[in-house]
Structures are given as C-alpha cells and as structure tokens.
C-alpha cells in the first residue's frame, strides 16, 4: 500500500546492532501512515543470513510491533543477518512493502571465541601517565571483512595504520569492573590492506586507575593500565587472520604526560608522534608489554551507545575579569572539552585552561571542584597553527579561563565539545513561559551531562559517582527526554551484581566503591532505585523481559529493606539516613535535616516499592502474594503512626503529605482534607519549595491529584527562593544541586557540596510533560495515550512531543481569551489515546492519527491568598 511504510526494525535497544551479546534479540518496528485509526492486523519478519535461504516468519496474525520475539535460529558468534519486515493493516488483502533492511550482527558470544591476551606497558614516571602500545603485522590475501572488539582497564582509542577506530569517546567507559567488562566491536574493514599494517592503542588511567571520588584516593581497580584487543580478518578465500594483543607488543610513554578525568590533561605536543600507529615506524627504542590477568567471563557486550561527540558550540564572548585574567564564556554550562584551534607560536609555550561552572566577583569560582583541578594544559611544538582536544578527560564548565596564550585570544579561536552518552532524543516540551521553558532545558541539560556512560550526580568535582537515589525520582523525566534504556539496562546489571555483595542491600551509588566508612544498610529512596527504575522502563517502553532480568534484585532489595524496617515496619535501629536529602530548611552543613523523619519517609517507599514488585510480579507472571501483603502491611503502619483519623499528617511537610496522596497510603476518606492541608501547607511556606530530593519531585502531582491545580501552578511558577525558576533568574542554563547554589548576591553557597549540574530537583520536569502538557502513558509502552492537559494560572499554552514505541506523539493546547481552550493531538499508528478535556466533559477514545478538540474551561485563576499573605510583587 503506497500510503503505508514501515520503517527500519530496531533490534533490541541498540541504536547500531553491530557486536551485540543477544543469541535472539527482540525485533521492533515503526508503521508510518496518514489512515485514520490504522491498526496492525498481521506482520511477517523475514531473516536473511550471509549465504543460504531467507527464514521468514510468514504471516503472523498480531498487533505486536514493539520487543517482538525473534523466531529465525538463533545468532551464533560473529554471525550476520539481514532483517526487514512488512505489515498488513485490519482489512489489508496486500501488505505493505518491506521494510528498510537492517544489518544485525553478534559480537563474540564465548569465553572461547577470545584468544587476545591482557598486555600492560610498563608506566612512566608521574601522575595520570597516557601511554602508546602498538604492534604491526603482514596480510597475505585481500581483506574482505574485519572486525576489532577491544576494550581495555583504563580508557583507550585505537589507532589503525594512522586512523582512528570508531567514533567513541573514554571507551569501554566505567561498569563494575570486576564483574562486568564491556568490550565493543568496530568495522574495521576500511582501514586495512593487503600487506604490512599496524594495530595501536592510545591508554590512559580513566576510571580503572585514575582519582575516583571525594577521598583523593587511586587505583580503585588496579595500579596498572591494560589493553585487551582481538583483530579478526576475512579473506576471499575463506581463511582468517587474527592479530590480537600478545606479548609481541611494544609501548612508549605518550605525549600526554597528564591524562585524568577530574584534573586534567597536559599535552606536550614537541614529543608528539605522529605516525606511530602506521606502517614501518621505528618503535625499536620502545619497551615490551607485560602480559596481565583478564578474566574473559567478565567481559560484555554493550546494551547501550558509547559516549560521543554529540554538539560543538561556539564561544559567546571572550572577557576579562577583574584581576586581569582572561575569561570565556560559552553561554551554556556543559560537560565535555574546549577545543583549541592554536596559533602560530615558540616551542614551549604553555598554554593553560582552567574550567568553573560559574564566576564569582567576576573570577573562575573554582571553590565547588573541591579537590578537582579541571585543568587543561597544551604546550606548544612551534610547528605552526594546529587544532587540538584533549582525549581522555572531560570537565563540567560554562567558564574557561584562558592563560599563556600567544597573542590576543579571539571568540574564533576555542569551541566546546559536548560529550555524553549518545542516546536519541525522545522528548520535547514547550509553553507560554520563558522562564520555564528555560528551567526545562536546564532539565535537558543537566542530563546530558550526567548521563556520561553511566548517570552521575555532579559532573565536575571530586565526586561523580552513579548515585542511586538521584536515578530513583529522575527516571521518569530522563525516560521521556531521552531513550535511556539500553543505557541504563547495563547500570541496572551493575547494580545487581553491586548488590550480591551486601546481603540485598543497594549500594548509595553504582559502580560502588569503599570512599567512605559509610554504613551500608538500606537507604531510603537510594536502594529504591532496584525497583523504580526498571518499572519506569518497563512503563515507558512496555519491556518486560527487563523485569525479568532485574527480578531478583528487585526482590532483594525488598528483602533487604523490610529487614531493616523489623517485625513492626518501625526501623528500631534507627541510625543515619539521607531521607529527603537537602530539604529547603536543611542548613548548609547538614543536608539529611530534613522536616519530614527519615523513618516516615521509608516506611511510605517500603509502601511503594513492594507494591511495584507485586505489580511487577504479576506482570511476570510471578506470585508476589507476599509483596502485595507487605506493602498494605506499610501502608497501614503509616496511617497508624503517622496520620490522624481525619486525614492530618503528624509532620507538616509538603514531603509528609505528598507522599501520603501520591504512595496511596490513605484511606480514601482521609484524602480530601489530606489534600487541602497540603495545599495549605504550601501556603504557609509562601509558595516556596519546602522539600528535598524525595519529596520535591511529588509535590505537584500531589496538588494536582488533590483538585489543588492552582497551588501547583503557583509553585511551579515562584520565582523567589526556593523555587525552580528562582534559578533561570539568576541565569541558570541547568539544574543546581541546591535551591541556593547561588545566592541571591552572586555568591557561591557557602556549603562544601555545591553543584551547579544535579538533575534530581529536575524531575518535575515529568510533571510538565504530563499534566502541563498532558501527554503520558496509559499502558506500558505507550501502546495507549493518555492526554489529559491541565491548563492553570500563568500559562497560555504548552506542547509536548514524544517518540514512542511506535511512533511520534503530540499534544499542543492554547488558551485564547482566557476561556477558549484548543487542543491538537497526534496519536501513533497502532495505539489509540484517551482524551480528557479541561472542561470536565466525559473522556474521548481515539485511533491513530491527527485529532483536533475545543471547548470553553473556566478561566483559569490563581490560588486565593489570606489578606495577611505577603506578596512581594505587590509590594515592589
């Protein structure tokens, strides 16, 4: 049918199915079409190997299209097919055409399918030292195909016969290393010949060795780099040569005398070497590798891409500060690299850069990196004008200050290179405000710069680290913004095998490690992360099999968490707690000071979470009987402890109330007046914040569940602080990590911990996207839509986009006059939607395609304030 395409099969959540670790990976598709109502009514998967006949699935009666089980036989090591499909809609007697082909192809599926050896150079004198490692070797016959999958315990590019492999940045990147080493397959073909080549690695310390964490320690997986590489070629004859890392190889310390993520990289480009990875270099003066130990079982496919190169953004202006220092400005707080385009200038000159989230009194505030030096130094070799970058480090930066740079320093002469995780982006959100939209791309753009190979925390101090409880309440945000899946599919694996360690117990941050003599115990809204965020996924892109996959840490945690609560769900041990971390009345040197008691908090989550895996469990098709008891268990033990006959919350906190209303733990009598009184108590605080990274992120919803819409509006839209837009007025191009990182008369909260990039406080951000907007799942997957938008006060229109499973979603609405409500949707083929308008009209069920509604609202009107309510605008 000419008026309906499918589009290329998605294997899995590969972005690029090349070296992937599945035997019979999972097959979606998307249908693009302009009929009305249009439904999936049969498919036919055909599977075509190298040689041999097609497998074809032949007609399949079904509406499935998203995570499809794969029928052909399963893939072998190496083995590479061609996959397509096409569909017939209801009523179709001819199907569509087929479908784009797309090259699906396993990477190295055996401990037996490696025969490369672990090699470690010997180590130069000095801190963070970057080394060379390089081998040649002769091919006999004309190459066909061939592949590299290398990975290494450090950080590494590889080099072949003077190019660059891949397009990937701080490869394998950081998993718990020494339960899961990913390697990555690269097609190399290209970059071969018949005759003499050269294979080399480029190493540095990266996470394996380098300075991890806020101790200043070292070498938390080992005091030695290593590379671990398997070059496999194909000639036309059938036979196959593999070069792999082997005890031939030679190394040499790098021109990167300096290569680490938090202080920095120093390039001395006089010792540079040119063609050291190509054909016939002189390497007799370099020194033989040591073999070292690698344990092949431990080594991964990756579920996820790499990190990349995603944006170059240019220099906004070039200044100088107070004490003469020059200053640049990029405009945009970022997470990645400058890069240099240097002049013409005498050898050894050194060219200094130092980066900062922010400028204090006009200089570099410097003050949050803590022991962090983020510094970049290049020195010059005199050959002319060159563009350099460093490679294996990356710095969280808005500012650069720039020193020995020769001659006059021009916009022209730097840009930024934006690193992260490269994952598609999914989701879009725009509204009649500036400012909130601007507080949403400060939500983007604290992802992105978290979301570097694993979700960080912060990412430009001493610290870094995959902190479970920030994951735990961003989830929903991120899953929409972005496809995180594949990503996190591999950090939720970490943090299984993390877990085995402690009994159940979730470490505070995954990959973990020993900083700190910190109590591991179950940790609130931290350890949570076990359930919540494969629940997310699942509701977001309908994969169960990822259930399936963390159903045993998911139960664990349970486990664990209930021990902790005892035989009553009271927490007799008592102990410390982050509970609702940097609630708004938390002084600056102590963040767990919360209004809301750490034990109300947990005993609500063990409410939640053993629900979530009751539901999860019947997902699975699992008895979760005695999770489902547990959590009314809970839910009764906090009515009991915590809540009065009438609905009253024994701590009045915006975070007591909102998880009350929003884990369900109250009789339904009780919600009415529990509703009021959190919009009461949101009153009282001014319409302030008055929440921390647990609470925060349900304190809309909360509202808005409770019939309270305008108090939500009126929070969301403070701009005075603490409040999200309190931020965007001071400038703020992402998501603090405290309401007052910066304080109203440009000083940097005087706290140790201050970060100006925490996406946690960025989690309304699914707020917005689901009720401001109004675009949300009403089944896992988005196989059905639910558009609900709830205009309130401040806000004349807001539209969301969001690339489901199948397919692109839309919701756009406007107010005219106050009172005119229009909405425009656009449903994916093979879903339908629910539509809810404003107006308290009965719902409306819809197919697939563009569907236009109106109606008259009321005008929106803000919250009624007492007479005694002090309004500072009014009084300006």
Excluded at 58 to 72: F, I, K
Excluded at 171 to 182: F, K
Excluded at 529 to 546: H, K, M
Excluded at 670 to 689: E, P, S, Y
Aim: proline fraction near 8%.
């Amino acid at each position: 049918m000419s008026d309906l395409t499918v589009g290329a099969v998605t294997v899995e959540h590969h972005r690029e199915p090349l070296g992937i670790g599945e035997t019979a990976p999972r097959l979606s598709w998307v249908t693009s079409t302009e009929l009305p109502d249009w439904r999936q009514a049969a498919y036919e998967v055909e599977v075509e190997p190298q040689g041999g006949p097609a497998w074809s699935s032949g007609r399949v009666d079904s509406d499935a299209s998203v995570l499809v089980p794969w029928g052909a036989p399963p893939l072998t090591s190496r083995e590479r097919r061609t996959v397509r499909v096409r569909v017939w809609g209801a009523g179709d007697a001819q199907p569509s055409a087929w479908g784009e082909d797309v090259v699906v192809e396993a990477g190295l599926l055996e401990p037996a399918d490696w025969t490369a050896t672990l090699v470690r150079p010997v180590l130069p004198e000095g801190d963070e030292p970057a080394v060379l490692l390089r081998r040649e070797f002769v091919l006999d016959a004309p190459v066909v195909r061939a592949r590299l999958y290398a990975t290494a315990q450090g950080v590494f590019e590889a080099e072949l016969n003077g190019a660059p492999v891949g397009d990937e940045v701080l490869a394998p990147g950081w998993t718990s290393y020494r339960h899961r080493l990913r390697y990555r397959t690269h097609d190399v073909t290209s970059l071969l010949a018949e005759g003499g080549n050269a294979l080399g690695v480029h190493l540095a310390d990266g996470w394996f060795r380098g300075y991890l964490g806020f101790t200043g320690k070292r070498d938390w997986y080992g005091d030695r780099t290593g590379a671990f590489a398997q070059l496999e070629v194909d000639h036309a004859d059938g036979s196959r040569t593999v070069v792999t890392t082997d005890g031939t190889w030679r190394s040499a310390p790098s021109w990167l005398t300096r290569a680490g993520l938090y202080n920095g990289e120093t390039a001395d480009l006089r010792a540079e070497l040119p063609d050291w990875s190509a054909p016939g270099f002189d390497d007799a003066g370099w020194t033989p590798v040591e073999a070292g130990e690698l344990d092949v079982a431990t080594l991964v496919a990756p579920t996820g891409p790499p990190i990349r190169r995603t944006q170059v953004l240019p220099v906004q202006a070039v200044t100088t500060s107070p004490s003469g220092r020059t200053l640049v400005d990029l405009g945009q707080n970022l997470v990645g690299r400058l890069r240099l385009r240097l002049p013409d200038g005498p050898a050894g000159t050194e060219v200094t850069v130092r980066h900062a989230e922010v400028l204090e009194d006009g200089e570099l505030g410097t003050r949050p990196l803590r022991a962090a030096r983020a510094t970049d130094v290049v020195v010059l070799d005199g050959d002319g004008p060159r563009t350099w970058e460093p490679r294996f480090t990356f710095h969280g930066f808005r500012y650069a200050e720039v020193t020995g740079w020769p001659g006059e320093l021009r916009a022209e002469d730097l840009e930024a290179v934006v690193l992260h995780t490269d994952m598609r982006r999914t989701g879009t959100f725009t509204c009649s405000d500036p400012d909130v939209e601007r507080l949403h791309e400060n939500v983007v753009w604290g992802m992105r710069g978290n979301f570097l190979d694993i979700p960080t925390d912060c990412p430009q101090r001493d610290e870094r680290l995959g902190w479970t409880g920030d994951l735990q309440v961003f989830a929903p945000t991120a899953s929409f913004l972005y496809d995180t899946t594949g990503m996190l599919r591999s950090w939720l694996a970490d943090l299984a095998v993390e877990q085995r360690g402690f009994d159940g117990t979730v470490p505070m941050y995954v990959p973990f490690l020993p900083l700190l003599p910190f109590p591991q115990q179950p940790e609130v809204g931290w350890g949570d992360a076990a359930v919540v965020v494969p629940w997310v996924l699942y509701q977001r892109t309908g994969d169960a099999g990822l259930l399936a996959d963390q159903w045993e840490s998911m139960t664990a945690w349970i486990d664990a968490f209930a021990a902790r609560a005892g035989e009553d769900l009271d927490f007799p041990g008592g102990g410390f707690s982050f509970g609702d971390w940097l609630d708004t009345a938390a002084p600056p040197d102590n963040p767990a000071a919360a209004r809301t008691p750490w034990q109300c908090v947990a005993t609500a989550y063990l409410a939640r979470s053993a629900r979530t895996v009751a539901q999860a469990a019947r997902v699975l098709g699992r008895d979760g009987a005695r999770f489902a008891e547990l959590g009314e268990r809970a839910a009764a033990r906090f009515r009991a402890e915590y809540v009065s006959p009438n609905g009253r919350v024994a701590f009045p906190s915006q975070t007591a109330y909102a998880l009350a209303l929003e884990f369900d733990l109250l009789e339904p009598r009780q919600r009415g007046h529990a509703g009021r009184l959190l919009a009461d108590q949101v009153l009282k605080d001014g319409f302030h914040i008055a929440s921390g990274f647990l609470g925060t992120p349900l304190v809309t919803d909360a509202l808005t569940d409770a019939g309270e819409l305008a108090t939500a509006y009126e929070l969301l839209l403070q701009r005075e602080n603490p409040s999200w837009l309190y931020p965007v007025t001071m400038g703020a191009t992402t998501i603090w990590e405290r309401w007052d990182s910066m304080l109203p008369d440009g000083s940097i909260n005087p706290g140790d911990m201050t970060s100006f990039n925490h996406y946690a406080l960025g989690a309304v951000a699914d707020w917005l996207h689901r009720t401001v907007a109004g675009l949300a799942p009403a089944a896992p997957g988005y196989r059905r839509l639910q558009v609900e938008p709830r205009p309130g006060p401040g806000l004349t229109s807001a539209a969301a986009t969001h690339e489901t499973p199948y397919g692109p979603a839309s919701v756009s609405w406007a107010l005219t006059g106050g009172t005119a409500f229009a909405l425009d949707v656009v449903v994916p083929p093979n879903t339908t939607a629910e539509v809810v308008l404003p107006d308290g009209s009965a719902p409306v069920e819809v197919g697939s395609g563009r569907h236009s509604f109106t109606a008259e609202v009321p005008e929106p009107r803000p919250v009624e304030k007492p007479a005694l309510f002090f309004d500072p605008d009014a009084h300006a």
